[in-house]
């Protein structure tokens, strides 16, 4: 089955700099990869998303890149903001017919001001 | 709409007692799914479905049975807690056609069992 790394467990940046997770996933078939954020206390919510017929896609300071071959796919904030700061996840999923998504094991991000 | 509401929030039970997480929507979706949250895990998914009538084991089946006999509810049962379910227990739903595309989140069941 879909087998999900994340890395970094942990992340802290100062305020203003860029931050970026990597993911990577097991089985080529995955065609679905959305980013989750969970503050302290909350559910996670999706805040961006790509599908495998694009390498890339921007949401403002979020962008979300794809490397298909590679198996890998990373998350990238710019001009982070304290409000930036919660656990991160990322998943997999491999759509149509009976859908699975697996999650990585997340990364605390800490922006300091 | 309601969106996705999880009761209780917070349980605690003994060890060998039996409970139901509750999962309900109003939205028509047709995929819903539980998962557990542990510390350093990220979430894992127990048991999903994709329509009444229809579930399927996730990663982390053992345990737990779940049934989907309306399109508006998928709970979750406990036949005998354990010590290592404890963890937050999260249902998830998405709409008609959009399989895992469109996935909410409830807020969350936080159980203990001691």
């Known amino acids: 089955g879909e087998n999900v790394e994340q890395h970094p467990s942990t992340l802290s940046v100062q305020e203003g700099d860029s931050a970026v997770i990597k993911c990577t996933y097991s089985d080529s078939a995955s065609n679905y990869f959305p980013w989750y954020k969970q503050e302290l206390g909350k559910r996670p919510q999706l805040i961006i998303d790509i599908r495998s017929n694009v390498g890339e896609k921007k949401d403002q300071r979020i962008a979300v890149t794809l490397n298909k071959t590679a198996k890998h796919f990373s998350l990238h904030i710019t001009e982070t903001q304290p409000e930036d700061s919660a656990v991160y996840f990322c998943a997999a999923s491999i759509t149509g017919g009976y859908n699975k998504l697996i999650f990585g094991a997340g990364t605390r991000l800490a922006v300091h001001p | 709409n309601a969106g996705v509401t999880q009761t209780p929030k917070f349980q605690v039970l003994k060890t060998g007692q039996s409970m139901t997480l509750q999962c309900a929507q109003d939205?028509?979706?047709?995929?819903m799914s539980w998962y557990r949250q542990d510390p350093g895990m990220g979430l894992r998914l127990i048991h999903y479905?994709?329509?009444?009538?229809?579930?399927d084991q996730g990663e982390v089946p053992n345990g737990y049975n779940v049934s989907r006999s309306t399109t508006e509810d998928f709970p979750l049962r406990l036949l005998s807690a354990a010590p290592s379910q404890t963890s937050v227990y999260f249902c998830?739903?998405?709409?008609?056609?959009?399989?895992?595309?469109?996935?909410?989140f409830g807020s969350g069941t936080r159980l203990t069992v001691v």
């Open positions: 479905s994709v329509g009444a009538g229809i579930t």
């Open positions: 998830a739903s998405s709409p008609p056609g959009t399989g895992v595309y469109g996935y909410t």
């Open positions: 939205m028509n979706h047709e995929y």
